[in-house]
Structure formats: structure tokens, C-alpha cells
């Protein structure tokens, strides 16, 4: 993974806590995650498109977030990932892999779910990574 000038990086994340992530999930999350998770344990950067910044969370915050009875309640189908640090998230839709942005004022998914990309590999090199060196 090379290092984008403009992300703010976090200590990768060690695999205990990866494993940690995956036994709190029922699906399998993409392995770019992973590797991403590795690489930087949250942090911060500019993307090419709307929303135009991504914070991730790390896994600990993603795990939170993941449990808590307003996300399974209102976003079912989603993981949230990180936000765009202004009042959207930022999440993986577990049925289409698809990275979504959702308004965390509107659960009403048919009006607040914007694809930001189509596929988790998009989605980095929209935020400026070359995933050919994972």
C-alpha cells in the first residue's frame, strides 16, 4: 500500500485486532479492508468525489459504532466504516460491496444512500492509494 501524501495515517492495526473485527461481523469482510486496516488503524484523507474526505475509523470505533442498536436498527445492511467528519458515514453495503455514503440524520436508506463507489478497490484509489501493491 503507498503512503498518499495527503493521508493523515494511524498505526496499523495488529492482527489481534483484525481477528477481533472479524469475529464481530456474520460476513466476510474484503480482504483490501484488511490490508487497508494493517496499513492505517483509522486516519484521515482527501477523496476525488463526493463526500470529498474520508475519516476512517479504527477498528475499535468501527466494532462501537457496528454494535450499537441505532446502526442495526436504522442501517442493517451497511458497516460503517469511518464518515466524511461533516454528518454522512462512510460504509461498506454488505449485500451489494458497494461503499456507500449515508446522511446519520436520514435513515431513510432510498434517500440517504450515495454510492461513492462501486467496489472497495474504487473506492482507495479514489482516495488516492495504488492497490496493485497490496
Known sequence: MTDVESWYKLDG???DEINLLRNSISFKL??????FLKFSNGGEGELSVQP???VLDSINEIIETNSSGEIKDNY?????????????YIALDVVT???VSLDM?????????????????QFFSLCGFDNSET
Do not use: H, K, Q, W
Not at 474484503?30 to 490490508?35: E, F
Not at 436520514?106 to 472497495?120: G, K
Open 97 to 99: 460491496n458497494e461503499i
Open 13 to 15: 492495526a495488529t492482527d
Open 30 to 35: 474484503p480482504d483490501l479492508l484488511l490490508t
Open 52 to 54: 470529498y474526505n474520508f
Open 105 to 121: 440524520c436520514n435513515s431513510d436508506i432510498a434517500e440517504s444512500r450515495v454510492v461513492v463507489a462501486s467496489t472497495i478497490e
Open 76 to 88: 442493517p445492511n451497511f458497516m460503517i466504516i469511518g464518515g466524511d467528519g461533516g454528518g454522512e
